[in-house]
Structure formats: C-alpha cells, structure tokens
C-alpha cells in the first residue's frame, strides 16, 4: 500500500506549473483567491494542513502557532521565498513544526534590479519617462536631465552575501568601486576578485559613500539599521536603494532626508510597513519606486516553487528537507 499523501495547503495563487506539478504529488488545496489569507484563515490552514505552503505576506506568530497546535497536525512550514521573517521559526520548532525556505534562486534576479535602480535615480530616468509620457519633451538641451554618472563612484553594500556578491560583480562591470559592511569579512578568494574593501564600522561606511545598497535581511538585530542617525552621516549627494526588506531603513527618516535634500535620492522596491508605505515617498521627484519586483521573473518564481516542492517531497519521504531553517540561522 502506498503512503497516504500529505495534505498541503498553500495560501497564495502560485505560478501554474508549480500548483499542476503539486496537484500531481500531493492532496493540495489551492487558492482561489490571490488576495492574502487573514489572520483566523491562517490559523485555520494550519489546522487543517500537513504542510503549509506560505508567503512573505502570511505572518505567522507565537500566539497562531499555539492555536493551530491545537489540530495536532501540521508538520511543516514550507515557505514560498527565502526570507522568513513573517514566521515565527522558535515556536514553531518548539512546537515539532519544521521549516523550510527557498534561498539562492532570486539572487540573480534581485540583483539585476539593484542595478537598475541605481541607474536610473542617478540618471533621472523616471523624470525622462514622465517628460515623454506628458508630451512635455521639447526637445534636446545641454543642461536637460542632468544626472550623475556611476563609473568611479564608491558603492556601500550593506549585507554581502548570495545577493549582496551578486550585486558588487554587476557593479564592478560598471566601473564603480566596491565597499561592504557585514557582521564578518569575506574569505580573501570571495573577496580578492570584487576588489571590495570590508569596513567593521556601518557608521564610517555610510558617511563615505556614493550608494547605499541595503542587501541584508532583517532580523532584530538589523532593525533600523539604516536610522536617523545614520541616514545624517549619509553625503548630501549619496542615493539610497533597498531591494531586501524595508525594516532595515527607518522610512519617516528617510523621507525627512530626501525631502531636506540631504540625501540625493532613493530606489526603493520594499517598505518598511510592506503597501502602506510613506505616501510623501510618492511625490518626491528624487525617488524611484518598485511594488517589491526584485524576484519578479518567471523563471525566479517557477524555481522557488521547484525548490518548495523538493522541500515538501523529501519530508514525505522521511528526510530532512534540503532548505531547513532553524532559529539560529535567523
């Protein structure tokens, strides 16, 4: 007799290769709805599933984790991305419910949108996009749309690691000169080969910068990282992009900034209250703003759901799954 198939329940409408392929393993139950569950339909997923296939827009927490026990019968945490800060990983892992991730697939695609930021606050795109759009391009000028070239310019990476490596090589490429702030130094053949200075201290990083690009998680421990303070030490014409999570910046500072005009400009693709995000951000000229496209790709989103499945299936089998999470590591 074969082993009865778990009961997987996934909260957000996925990719259809990814939803047809568990269909096809597992006794699935898929949403109908793109829109994210709320806060009882979670906890009553939980209830009801072997193994729980969330979002980053699912927060899962001590107390719904303490309620869902009650079921007696979820056993995994499957969560569609690599970031886990939603989920609550040391009550779960009390509670004999594992979890797992998907890392290193978006690292490319992130890292390709950083680069994109960068470039068009610092060469004004956006402001040539609307001038065309409105029809109000008249034509060539010497001084028109004047922005600030990239080539030479001192790139500050906050968190230097898939993503973070990734980002540093497109930038070489582009002539820019590599900084990196990290809790430790890259080994010599990683960091040799980017031509990357390491600095200990944040604080004499940032004040020494072009760009800041925020490539970190966030945990407690990077929460605000980028504050008032710090966002102070920042040259008047230093920019600003954050593709990781919006936790890491504190927001309202940073819109007191830009808008002073003491920092250049910002390229922003997460915020720090996720869709409520700062509506000032909306009409300062100086910013470029993303709807969180940085793992936007097909390809990406058909790998993490690739790496989801593995996950699932190598737990069915009695392993351990490849992409185990644990509290340490977070």
């Not at 096809?24 to 949403?31: G, I, K, N, P, S």
């Not at 906050?158 to 890259?186: D, E, P, T, W």
């Not at 690009?213 to 230093?238: D, E, G, I």
Request: aromatic share 4%; with cysteine.
């Amino acid at each position: 007799m074969p082993a009865p198939r778990l009961t997987v329940v996934v909260t957000r409408r996925l990719p259809e290769v990814v939803e047809t392929r568990m269909k096809e393993l597992f006794d699935v139950e898929l949403r109908e709805s793109d829109a994210p569950m709320t806060r009882e339909e979670l906890v009553a997923a939980m209830m009801r599933a072997d193994v729980l296939v969330p979002t980053l827009s699912d927060t899962i927490d001590a107390n719904m984790l303490a309620r869902a026990s009650a079921g007696q019968k979820l056993k995994l945490i499957a969560n569609y991305g690599a970031g886990v800060d939603h989920i609550d990983v040391s009550s779960a892992r009390q509670r004999g419910v594992l979890v797992s991730n998907t890392p290193g697939v978006v690292t490319e695609d992130t890292a390709d949108v950083v680069m994109a930021l960068i470039l068009s606050v610092t060469r004004r795109l956006p402001e040539g996009f609307q001038a065309m759009q409105t029809a109000s391009w008249k034509g060539w000028a010497p001084n028109a749309f004047l922005g600030g070239r990239i080539g030479g310019k001192r790139l500050g990476i906050l968190g230097m690691g898939r993503i973070g490596q990734a980002v540093a090589k497109r930038a070489r490429a582009f002539g820019m000169q590599i900084h990196y702030h990290n809790r430790r130094r890259l080994r010599p053949e990683i960091e040799a080969p980017l031509e990357a200075t390491w600095w200990e201290s944040l604080d004499q990083m940032v004040a020494r910068m072009d760009v800041i690009s925020v490539n970190c998680p966030h945990t407690p421990s990077t929460f605000h990282l980028l504050n008032a303070r710090r966002l102070k030490m920042l040259k008047p014409t230093a920019v600003v992009v954050n593709t990781s999570r919006g936790e890491v910046i504190d927001e309202n500072a940073l819109v007191r900034g830009l808008r002073a005009g003491e920092i250049a400009g910002a390229g922003l693709d997460v915020f720090e209250y996720g869709a409520e995000f700062n509506p000032e951000l909306r009409n300062l000229p100086n910013v470029v703003l993303l709807p969180h496209m940085g793992s936007a790709t097909v390809e990406g989103r058909a790998e993490m759901g690739e790496k989801v499945i593995i996950n699932i299936k190598t737990f069915a089998d009695g392993h351990r799954p490849p992409d185990l999470v644990v509290p340490g590591m977070v």
